[in-house]
């Protein structure tokens, strides 16, 4: 059985990706070659998306079939920053209902 997608929860980190495996054609514009010593080189556009300086550290991890490099971050909680949408907090809203249901409204 093949699955359309896959994810990988590691830590902090979640990695979402195809399990069919690219022949050639359509989607191959990311592909790298491996080395004799086991060297890929990740292609530029992806490496500035990223932020991945040389000497950049990455984690690399197996599920499967499938490798996932993903790079690692210093502060976890700075690289996360924003990643939730502006709005009202959730915590605020049950705090409040909280208050109602001790004062016995």
């Known amino acids: 059985m093949i699955q359309e997608n896959c994810s990988l929860t590691k830590g902090n980190e979640c990695c979402t990706f195809l399990t069919k495996r690219i022949t050639s054609g359509a989607g191959m514009d990311n592909t790298a070659k491996v080395s004799t010593k086991g060297q890929v080189v990740i292609p530029a556009g992806l ?43 959730l915590a605020d809203e049950l705090l409040k209902e909280r208050g109602k249901d001790f004062a016995g409204e």
């Open 47 to 89: 490496r500035k998306r990223h932020h991945m300086e040389p000497g950049a550290l990455v984690q690399i991890y197996e599920y499967g079939e499938m490798i996932c490099i993903a790079p690692v971050v210093k502060d976890a909680v700075e690289a996360a920053y924003g990643a939730l949408p502006p709005g009202p907090s």
